[in-house]
């Protein structure tokens, strides 16, 4: 991993904090993958857009209907 790709991640993180409050180190639980038989799903406000068959890493189950994940470009 080069300098200028450990930055861009830190801001990443920095600001994934500050969207979210989130407090304590970033663990990813487990990673799962989008229905690839789903439509894909603009997102909005601080939801994540969805596209067919992309992996997510979980960072928090925050209850039944809502889950704090990240996609593969940190957002």
């Known amino acids: 991993m080069t300098l200028k790709e450990c930055k861009k991640e830190e801001k990443a993180d920095r600001e994934f ?4 409050k989130f ?13 690839p038989a789903t439509t894909e799903k603009r997102g909005r406000g601080k939801n994540l857009p969805l596209r067919r068959g992309e992996i ?3 960072i928090q189950f ?7 994940c990240r996609n593969s470009q940190r957002r």
């Open 56 to 58: 997510l890493d979980v």
């Open 17 to 20: 904090r500050k969207k979210f």
């Open 62 to 68: 925050t209850n039944q209907e809502q889950i704090l």
């Open 23 to 35: 407090e304590g180190s970033i663990n990813v639980l487990t990673q799962m993958m989008v229905d």
